[in-house]
């Protein structure tokens, strides 16, 4: 057995993410340093459309490439539109993965596909290598178009011209981790209403981006202890106080949440999700999709400012914070209230703006960084005084002259 458990149980950390001509961005690398990361920007910056890449690569391991493209209203939904239109030949992914739980594995994975007319592609290329610190290449496959070319002897996936070959190949011990981690990404931009609702049971494995099988997601941590729920309504009453306990019940085939409000000793009343405030919903879907087990790779919360009490944002932080050693956490925000929260460094932030037609997405200016970390300011304090701004000599990237991809062999 090597350090830090088998290859396939690995959990690797997101170091960084290439993107060519994918929605909004034209071409950005973006670097992740001390978990969590905030994407902080204006509305219409362009942030959702980066967090859906946590989201399309995800579904790339359990889908159909053609059913991902279809269920964002085809490739050219999902490619860069620049001006002028026609069709831009390559849209491209890679991503650069470090180990979270030791054992110095690293990883990269990439692929290119053609963008052609009525809605089609076509997969050009697709690499991935894992490689141990201070040991050889463990494997590496490099497909072009319907060739794959490995050191991995006896693989012989069957695909096509619009199918991804890693997913068919995933099993294979060393490859594992890759796939593992991209399909362990999660976004979340959690729905009250739908939590309100009457929920149709199921595995409660994962919870969905809407937070709509919250119940099931919590039947299923009863199940694993009572610990497990028992941490998560103690986080759930320093972010909505007298609010002790929540669960699960039946109504027919149905599942509905219960919350119990305490006010005193022995005076307590309990309430169905569809009479608890917008806030308090919201709350318990964030901090279910923290809690859910087993953990997700990496977790996108989409402005979890949204109908919940700035004083109780620091309480939701604490905990997001408190999940960096387990998994990955990104948070997209246009609120300085997010960032009041002292322990928030410069590394932890990447600006998004909309400059010329584009998204990009940023580390902090000079100025910025340096009244981060000689305490003059917080980042919070930065964002009201509009001083929060991007490194102006950060490089701009052209598309037509980014390689995602490295000689292999």
């Not at 309430?271 to 809690?291: C, K």
């Not at 305490?375 to 490194?391: Q, T």
């Amino acid at each position: 057995m090597s350090p830090g458990g088998s290859i396939s149980q690995r959990v690797l950390f997101l170091q960084r993410i290439t993107l060519k001509r994918f929605r909004s961005i034209p071409a950005e690398t973006v670097r992740f340093g001390d978990n969590p990361t905030f994407l902080v920007g204006r509305n219409g910056s362009g942030k959702s459309n980066f967090v859906d890449v946590f989201a399309f690569l995800s579904e790339c391991m359990s889908s159909p490439l053609q059913a991902v493209f279809d269920s964002r209203g085809g490739i050219s939904n999902v490619r860069n539109r620049s001006p002028g239109g026609g069709y831009p030949p390559h849209l491209g992914l890679r991503v650069d993965f470090g180990s979270l739980n030791g054992g110095g594995l690293t990883a990269h994975y990439a692929f290119e596909v053609s963008a052609q007319p009525d809605y089609g592609f076509e997969v050009l290329r697709e690499q991935c290598r894992v490689v141990r610190r201070g040991e050889k290449v463990l494997a590496w496959f490099d497909r072009t178009r319907d060739k794959l070319t490995t050191r991995e002897g006896g693989i012989a996936p069957t695909f096509d011209e619009q199918s991804l070959a890693l997913p068919a190949i995933g099993g294979v011990a060393e490859f594992a981790p890759v796939v593992r981690g991209l399909a362990g990404m999660r976004t979340y931009s959690i729905e009250p209403a739908r939590l309100r609702e009457m929920q149709d049971p199921d595995s409660g494995v994962v919870l969905k981006p809407d937070g709509s099988n919250a119940a099931s997601v919590l039947r299923r941590l009863q199940r694993q202890g009572k610990d497990q729920i028992d941490r998560l309504c103690e986080l759930l009453e320093t972010i909505v106080p007298g609010t002790t306990n929540v669960r699960p019940i039946k109504h027919g085939k149905k599942l509905s949440l219960e919350f119990t409000q305490e006010w005193a000793p022995g005076k307590k009343i309990a309430f169905e999700a569809f009479a608890m405030s917008d806030g308090t919903l919201r709350a318990l879907g964030l901090l279910t999709a923290l809690a859910q087990k087993p953990p997700p790779s990496l977790i996108a919360i989409e402005e979890p400012e949204a109908t919940i009490h700035p004083g109780a944002l620091g309480a939701l932080l604490d905990a997001i914070r408190g999940k960096r050693k387990t998994m990955q956490v990104i948070v997209t925000t246009h609120s300085p209230e997010v960032l009041d929260a002292r322990w928030i460094e410069d590394r932890h932030v990447r600006l998004v703006s909309w400059e010329k037609g584009a998204t990009r997405i940023s580390p902090l200016g000079q100025v910025a960084k340096e009244a981060l970390q000689e305490h003059i300011m917080g980042a919070g304090e930065l964002m009201r005084s509009n001083v929060l701004e991007a490194d102006p000599l950060f490089d701009e990237l052209d598309p037509r002259q980014m390689n995602l991809f490295e000689a292999l062999g």
